[in-house]
């Protein structure tokens, strides 16, 4: 199984990196990718091909991966449409809707639309997928395969499920992040310095994470367990309470939600 990259970005970089760990050899990924640095880059680290025109980089390929950026690739699949023989579609580009890639390559159906994370970077993704009709029941299980290279996948059975799986773990990460900043905040404001507060911070996130993954209660009872009567948990989870904040929280992934369904209304434009 041969697999074409289109755009040789992170994400790309990161598939690339997966698959290799995986037990894919060199010689069957390609990429194209038109800007020279960004082609020795991946050459140098993955001794994969890499060539500027889709025409040579389609030529031996089954399985082609979009990862150019959402404004470029109503343009790529329209060139595309042509150079089309077979292949499986596999859209990694946020926001486009896997049914306007497919109306770009003239009705084209054997398309998955895929909404991975920043943590693929360290291969500690989790990506939603989504397959138009037209994909097969083995297409579904080599896009699932190409996607594990960098974390975990899971499948929507609406297309726009995947503003939701955009909301919650695509922009997760910066939530996640933001949440860690106020906590080193206070923590410096405390006495603490940068890097006890830092350590502190993000080691509390993995823990209470690895924590919740591996439990077979819900996070909720794992948090009263936490939240002692009269204590310092009590105490802090009350003035949380007070400011609204879960509520903060769940508005703000609604809104997320929301953009996500306009961006794709914005992009399904061209």
């Not at 690339?16 to 990429?31: A, F």
């Not at 109306?103 to 998955?112: K, N, Q």
């Not at 299980?141 to 290279?149: K, V």
């Not at 993995?206 to 919740?212: D, E, T």
Request: hydrophobic fraction near 45%; charged fraction near 20%; glycine fraction near 8%.
């Amino acid at each position: 199984m041969n697999i074409t990259f289109i755009g040789g970005g992170n994400m790309s970089f990161a598939l690339i990196g997966g698959l290799l760990q995986q037990g894919y050899s060199p010689g069957q990924i390609c990429v194209v990718e038109i800007n020279a640095e960004r082609r020795e880059k991946i050459k140098h680290e993955f001794e994969v091909e890499t060539v500027t025109e889709l025409a040579e980089g389609l030529s031996d390929s089954d399985i082609i991966v979009l990862a150019v950026k959402p404004q470029q690739l109503s343009a790529v699949a329209r060139e595309l449409a042509a150079l089309l023989n077979n292949h499986l579609i596999i859209s990694i580009a946020a926001g486009i809707r896997a049914t306007d890639i497919s109306r770009w390559m003239e009705g084209y159906a054997r398309v998955v639309r895929a909404m991975p994370n920043t943590p693929a970077l360290i291969r500690a993704a989790v990506t939603g997928l989504y397959a138009l009709a037209g994909v097969s029941a083995e297409d579904k299980r080599n896009a699932e395969a190409i996607l594990a290279a960098v974390g975990s996948v899971l499948w929507c059975d609406r297309e726009e499920l995947l503003d939701a799986v955009t909301a919650i773990s695509g922009s997760g990460p910066a939530y996640v992040f933001y949440f860690i900043e106020a906590m080193q905040k206070a923590a410096q404001e405390l006495g603490l310095d940068a890097s006890q507060a830092r350590q502190l911070s993000l080691e509390t996130f993995i823990g209470a994470a690895r924590l919740a993954i591996q439990s077979n209660e819900n996070v909720a009872t794992l948090r009263a367990r936490v939240t002692s009567q009269g204590g310092t948990t009590e105490r802090a989870i009350q003035a949380l309470e007070n400011d609204n904040v879960k509520h903060a929280v769940v508005h703000a992934i609604h809104m997320a939600n929301q953009r996500s369904h306009e961006l794709g209304d914005e992009f399904g434009r061209t």
